[in-house]
Protein backbone atom coordinates (compact mmCIF):
# COMPACT_ATOMS: atom_id res chain seq x y z
CA UNK A 1 0.00 0.00 0.00
CA UNK A 2 1.64 3.69 -0.84
CA UNK A 3 1.55 5.93 2.17
CA UNK A 4 -0.59 9.06 1.37
CA UNK A 5 1.56 12.40 1.11
CA UNK A 6 0.00 15.25 2.91
CA UNK A 7 1.32 19.21 2.96
CA UNK A 8 0.64 18.99 6.77
CA UNK A 9 2.67 17.36 9.12
CA UNK A 10 2.51 16.66 13.02
CA UNK A 11 4.12 19.26 15.07
CA UNK A 12 3.84 21.79 12.09
CA UNK A 13 1.70 25.86 13.52
CA UNK A 14 -1.29 26.01 11.02
CA UNK A 15 -4.60 28.04 10.66
CA UNK A 16 -7.72 27.34 9.03
CA UNK A 17 -8.63 29.00 6.26
CA UNK A 18 -12.11 28.00 5.18
CA UNK A 19 -15.15 26.48 7.19
CA UNK A 20 -16.47 27.31 10.93
CA UNK A 21 -13.19 27.46 12.08
CA UNK A 22 -11.74 30.11 10.15
CA UNK A 23 -9.04 32.15 11.12
CA UNK A 24 -8.23 30.22 14.28
CA UNK A 25 -5.09 28.64 14.57
CA UNK A 26 -3.13 26.29 16.43
CA UNK A 27 -0.23 22.99 16.66
CA UNK A 28 -1.35 20.05 15.02
CA UNK A 29 -1.88 17.01 16.98
CA UNK A 30 -2.50 14.47 14.48
CA UNK A 31 -2.97 13.69 11.15
CA UNK A 32 -5.31 10.83 10.05
CA UNK A 33 -4.13 10.18 6.29
CA UNK A 34 -6.95 7.92 5.44
CA UNK A 35 -9.30 10.13 6.35
CA UNK A 36 -7.35 13.33 5.13
CA UNK A 37 -8.24 14.66 8.32
CA UNK A 38 -5.93 16.33 10.94
CA UNK A 39 -6.06 17.39 15.05
CA UNK A 40 -5.28 20.94 16.18
CA UNK A 41 -4.83 21.86 19.42
CA UNK A 42 -7.56 24.18 20.87
CA UNK A 43 -9.61 24.37 17.84
CA UNK A 44 -12.84 22.45 17.26
CA UNK A 45 -13.89 21.14 20.59
CA UNK A 46 -16.26 18.64 21.30
CA UNK A 47 -17.58 17.27 24.25
CA UNK A 48 -17.53 13.30 24.45
CA UNK A 49 -20.00 12.09 27.38
CA UNK A 50 -17.86 9.19 29.34
CA UNK A 51 -20.08 6.57 31.03
CA UNK A 52 -19.35 5.51 34.90
CA UNK A 53 -16.08 3.23 35.26
CA UNK A 54 -13.41 2.66 37.61
CA UNK A 55 -11.38 6.18 36.74
CA UNK A 56 -14.73 7.91 36.32
CA UNK A 57 -17.34 6.81 39.36
CA UNK A 58 -19.40 9.83 38.44
CA UNK A 59 -19.00 9.61 34.82
CA UNK A 60 -17.43 12.65 32.75
CA UNK A 61 -17.70 15.14 30.16
CA UNK A 62 -14.60 15.42 28.53
CA UNK A 63 -13.35 18.15 26.03
CA UNK A 64 -11.31 16.65 23.15
CA UNK A 65 -10.35 18.19 19.91
CA UNK A 66 -12.36 17.11 16.92
CA UNK A 67 -10.84 16.62 12.93
CA UNK A 68 -10.47 19.46 10.30
CA UNK A 69 -10.55 18.23 6.52
CA UNK A 70 -6.60 18.61 5.51
CA UNK A 71 -8.15 21.05 2.49
CA UNK A 72 -9.55 23.91 5.34
CA UNK A 73 -5.61 24.12 6.70
CA UNK A 74 -2.31 26.40 6.09
CA UNK A 75 0.72 25.75 6.89
CA UNK A 76 2.24 28.58 8.73
CA UNK A 77 5.30 27.72 10.22
CA UNK A 78 6.72 23.75 9.97
CA UNK A 79 7.16 22.12 13.41
CA UNK A 80 10.77 20.92 14.78
CA UNK A 81 10.06 17.74 13.90
CA UNK A 82 10.36 18.49 10.00
CA UNK A 83 13.42 20.82 10.22
CA UNK A 84 15.66 18.32 12.29
CA UNK A 85 15.48 15.78 9.50
CA UNK A 86 16.28 17.84 6.73
CA UNK A 87 19.76 19.20 9.11
CA UNK A 88 20.41 15.55 10.02
CA UNK A 89 21.49 14.56 6.38
CA UNK A 90 23.54 17.40 5.94
CA UNK A 91 25.67 17.34 8.98
CA UNK A 92 26.23 13.71 8.23
CA UNK A 93 27.78 14.52 5.11
CA UNK A 94 30.03 16.65 6.76
CA UNK A 95 31.29 14.71 9.60
CA UNK A 96 31.95 11.36 7.41
CA UNK A 97 35.63 11.46 6.57
CA UNK A 98 36.42 11.99 2.96
CA UNK A 99 38.18 9.28 0.63
CA UNK A 100 40.66 9.05 -1.65
CA UNK A 101 39.52 9.40 -5.35
CA UNK A 102 41.85 7.25 -7.71
CA UNK A 103 44.06 9.91 -8.85
CA UNK A 104 45.03 10.71 -5.19
CA UNK A 105 45.85 7.15 -5.19
CA UNK A 106 48.06 6.56 -7.69
CA UNK A 107 50.30 10.38 -6.66
CA UNK A 108 50.67 9.00 -3.15
CA UNK A 109 51.86 5.21 -4.19
CA UNK A 110 54.10 7.03 -6.60
Known amino acids: MNRIRLHVRKGDNVE ?4 NFKGSSGKVLE ?3 RKQRV ?10 HLKKSQDNPQGKI ?5 PIHISNVKV ?3 GE ?3 K ?3 KKKAAKEKAPKTKG ?4 KEEQA
Not at 39 to 48: P, Q
Open 85 to 87: GKG
Open 39 to 48: LIEGVRMIKK
Open 62 to 66: AEREG
Open 81 to 83: RAA
Open 102 to 105: AKEK
Open 76 to 78: LER
Open 31 to 33: VIA
Open 16 to 19: VISG
